[in-house]
């Protein structure tokens, strides 16, 4: 059974930055595409940013959040870490986070449907 679990998440003031951590056990070698979704009551969840954990580590980002946020794997700690900067108010939502399976690197993007899901963890940015 693949659980993932989120934490990092609380309040920060517009501008300011919160890392966010997946951590990954039960996991299965086949999860090989790990993402960050986030969802605003009455508004559909929204892709932010997957990693290829399955070799090159390569990253897509949502266009809303390219060049603020960061997505990077821990491997020492088995974790797959979101790091907002230059937070907006915007940004306030539950974070997801997502695993699955994917062939290929270029397969692993936020517009994928994902099997496996965290239960999330709340970002509020006040201005």
């Not at 998440?9 to 790990?34: D, E, K, M, P, W």
């Not at 940013?49 to 266009?63: E, K, P, Q, R, V």
């Not at 907002?84 to 940004?91: G, N, R, Y």
């Amino acid at each position: 059974q693949v659980q993932l679990v989120e934490s990092g998440g609380g309040s920060v003031q517009a501008g300011g930055s919160l890392r966010l951590s997946c951590a990954a056990s039960g996991y299965a070698t086949r999860r090989n595409c790990i993402g960050w979704f986030r969802q605003v009551p009455g508004k559909e969840r929204e892709g932010v940013a997957t990693i290829y954990a399955g070799g090159d580590g390569s990253t897509n980002y949502g266009d809303d959040v390219k060049g603020r946020f960061t997505i990077s794997r821990n491997i020492a700690e088995n974790t797959v870490d979101l790091v907002i900067t230059s937070a907006k108010v915007e940004d306030t939502a539950m974070y997801y986070c997502a695993a699955r399976y994917v062939p290929r690197a270029s397969a692993c993007t936020p517009l994928r449907e994902f099997a496996d899901w965290g239960r999330g963890t709340q970002v509020t940015v006040s201005s």
